[in-house]
């Protein structure tokens, strides 16, 4: 089955994913054994993206799908695309990023997760002037919420810094239950998927039931929004099942339903470095 | 008699995900010694969720657990976990005071 690869060819978030969407549905509608992907017309594909269709692959190759790809007719894109580690991940690493790591879901190794999380967090750090406690901090509570409510199969992480723009972005991605459907699981309310994103994104734990044990809890993303949007004037975006919250520095926060579901949760976290460090410890609630 | 424990060998120099410390805990929980001796040494970098997780089983430990050679940057999270729970008003854990000076914690 071949299947072009048609996306807005820009920057921005929301719109490539949206489109992409549609791409990752019928990539999951494939009846044949094998899927090609053609990315010839693509001019521009973000990491978000990039990581997303490099997850599905991964999940269609672990059901015994082949795959091909044709690439882009413009080679900066390619390489880029490689870079990354495109489809498949990749342990190396540039000069300002830390390309794709999968990590499969490892029921016997718990503190497996964990391990993967840190080589990628030592990485990204040699990366980046200052601001280590900060990058590290998102990283580490993004990367524990997939462990810890999501039931993922595979989860899909990157980092990268643009030392031009003094701006760094992490990316991770979980094909588990999505938030909406973690709250649906432990009977907490929400009128529609964006509600229970903001829900989550504001501290609201999905076993209030448990309360007297998860005291404590629900800190991390909403610590995550506030460290990455005001101290560090950077944006959020949010995609889970069919919800969509965006939030940035200094604007009004945006929040959609999508026509077609995300199969899992994407988060992006794009925040500036500032010339210095900012007090973290005392920042963070 | 106590039986040291190098975090450095078993995390590596960052302590990430709830999941990692929960199981590290049922671990030493089955130890033979009833004295365990948690060294910091060379950990740099502890999450804010592995920070309260540990709290929180290193309480329910049947076994004295101490700890050694905390960093300031370990201290300050722990620190910043104490914080939050101070102002959920939550009294069932935490008062806890760490001493960086003796790299230890100590639970009031």
Not at chain 1, 96 to 125: A, C, E, M
Request: glycine fraction near 4%; charge should be neutral.
């Amino acid at each position: 089955m071949n299947i072009k690869i048609n996306l807005p060819n820009n920057d921005d978030v929301k719109e490539n994913i949206y489109a992409l969407i549609k791409i990752l549905d019928e990539m999951n509608s494939c009846k044949d054994n094998k899927i090609i992907l053609d990315f010839s017309k693509v001019s521009w594909m973000p990491p978000c993206c990039i990581i997303l269709i490099s997850n599905k692959v991964l999940e269609l190759k672990e059901k015994g799908l082949e795959f091909d790809w044709i690439p882009s007719s413009n080679e900066k894109v390619t390489s880029h695309m490689n870079k990354l580690g495109f489809p498949l991940g990749s342990n190396v690493d540039g000069s300002s990023y830390v390309p794709i790591t999968h990590i499969l879901r490892n029921n016997s190794d718990r503190k497996n997760l964990g391990r993967k999380i840190s080589d990628l967090l030592n990485k990204i750090i040699k990366k980046i002037p200052n601001n280590i406690n900060g990058v590290s901090y998102i990283l580490a509570e993004l990367s524990d919420n997939i462990e810890d409510h999501s039931e993922y199969s595979c989860a899909s992480i990157m980092a990268q810094y643009f030392p031009g723009k003094r701006e760094v972005e992490i990316i991770v991605f979980d094909d588990g239950m999505t938030i909406p459907g973690i709250f649906s699981k432990n009977n907490v309310s929400f009128k529609n998927d964006s509600e229970a994103i903001e829900k989550a994104l504001s501290g609201e734990i999905s076993t209030p039931k448990l309360y007297n044990q998860e005291k404590g809890r629900g800190y991390g993303l909403r610590t995550c929004r506030s460290l990455s949007t005001e101290d560090f004037k950077g944006e959020v975006y949010v995609f889970s099942r069919n919800g969509v919250i965006i939030s940035k520095h200094n604007q009004e926060k945006i929040s959609e339903i999508m026509k077609s579901p995300l199969n899992g949760t994407l988060l992006c976290v794009k925040i500036k470095l500032p010339l210095k460090d900012i007090p973290f410890y005392d920042k963070v609630e | 008699m106590e039986k040291i424990i190098s975090l450095f060998e078993i995390f590596g120099n960052n302590i990430i995900t709830r999941n990692s410390i929960a199981s590290f805990f049922e671990e030493i929980n089955f130890l033979e010694k009833d004295k365990i001796v948690l060294d910091f040494n060379n950990v740099a970098f502890i999450s804010r969720s592995c920070a309260d997780e540990y709290l929180k089983q290193r309480k329910k430990s049947k076994k004295k657990v101490v700890e050694a050679n905390m960093s300031k940057n370990v201290c300050d999270m722990f620190s910043l976990v104490n914080r939050q729970y101070e102002k959920e008003g939550s009294s069932i854990l935490i008062q806890v005071l760490p001493e960086c000076n003796s790299n230890s914690l100590v639970f009031a």
